[in-house]
């Protein structure tokens, strides 16, 4: 049975994340990134089901290669363009984008191949690790350890290579999606609790927000502590979750649900052509940010429509 509630949730999350990408900044900016990537591993925790290493491989790796190389030709355009319709000049030049965005697969602060790459390659990994059985079996044994160690992070001099390499994302990423695992395993109600209890949790959350300040999971700005990091993503999680449990059923919220993978391939491209358009010079604010979300997703819908019936692979789904 589809849970409606799921897929708000998952909408939400997406088009937060093109808005932070639009160039959202300030408390808005602040508030959004203390949950929204963090809610949608627990999601996807939640979603999972094994289907075995082959099938996993194909769900994500063919998206990915096939909107890595959607941008890729955008951006050798650009270069073409650019050099005043020089083929030799963009040729080099684009070798060189080639080259940085293929180690962006395990290197972190190399160009990804598209925006918000890091996010598919991470779940990707998470899921790939949750699909041997030895790793189920000690999840949650797993789960405290990566816990424990963000939080003693900041006292160890850890290499800054490390930093570097992408799969360390998985230590802090981990307890989301293992907690969406848990949820879902023992059956919790995600949607208890009264009023009083919840407006108590949304207060908090913007309490811990404020002194939290701003973090970032990418970069590994955790706040003041991984463990407080941690506990306020889950109250987001879970007051978004609430907010979305009344919510009617809707085709085009279902819609853009399954195309999380493309609006996440696409949105820089769409990004670049808006803002050249309206020859945006880089000024930000949040009626800007807000319109490119919008647009994003109605200039998305459509393609997601398409490729739901003609060709489903290309949004991470398989049989």
């Known amino acids: 049975m589809r ?19 639009a160039g959202l900044k300030g408390m808005g900016d ?11 591993f627990i999601i996807s925790g939640y979603l999972f089901r094994p289907k075995g290493i082959k099938k996993e491989l194909l769900s994500f790796g063919v998206p990915i290669l ?33 080259l940085s965005v293929l180690r962006s697969f395990y290197i972190a602060s190399t160009p990804s191949l598209f925006q918000g790459c890091w996010f598919v390659l991470v779940l990707w990994m998470m899921r790939l690790l949750m699909e041997v059985k030895f790793f189920r079996k000690i999840k949650c044994w797993l789960s405290g350890a990566c816990l424990l160690y963000c939080c003693f992070e900041p006292y160890m001099q850890i290499p800054s290579v490390m930093f570097e390499l992408r ?8 307890p989301f999606f293992i907690t969406g695992m848990t949820i879902k395993e023992q059956d919790l109600d995600v949607m208890k609790g009264k009023f009083e209890t919840k407006l108590l949790l949304l ?23 991984y463990i407080v990091f941690y506990l306020n993503a889950i109250i987001g999680s879970y007051l978004l ?12 919220i279902k819609t853009l649900s399954t195309g999380t993978l493309l609006i ?9 052509v808006i803002n050249d358009v309206l020859e945006y010079t ?35 789904k398989i049989h």
Not at 73 to 88: D, E, I, K, P
Not at 167 to 174: E, G, K, M, R, V
């Open 241 to 252: 979750v609430n907010v979305c449990k009344n919510m009617p059923e809707k085709e085009w």
């Open 30 to 40: 602040n508030l959004i990134y203390q949950f929204h990537i963090l809610a949608f």
């Open 66 to 98: 096939f909107f890595g190389m959607v941008t890729l030709a955008y951006r050798y355009t650009r270069l073409f363009v650019a050099s005043g319709f020089n083929l030799s000049e963009a040729l080099v030049g684009g070798k060189l984008v080639t």
């Open 282 to 316: 880089g000024h930000t604010n949040v009626y800007y940010s807000v319109f490119v979300g919008v647009a994003v997703m109605v200039i998305c819908y459509y393609p997601i429509k398409w490729l739901n019936t003609k060709c489903p692979l290309l949004l991470g």
């Open 3 to 21: 849970l409606s509630w799921i897929d708000y949730a998952k909408v939400i999350c997406i088009y937060l994340m093109v808005v932070c990408h």
């Open 167 to 174: 799969p360390y994302h998985l230590l802090s990423s981990l």
């Open 264 to 272: 996440l391939g696409l949105h820089g491209i769409i990004f670049h």
């Open 203 to 225: 207060f908090l959350f913007f309490g811990l927000t404020l002194i939290q300040g701003r973090v970032d999971l990418y970069k590994y700005h955790y706040g003041i502590s």
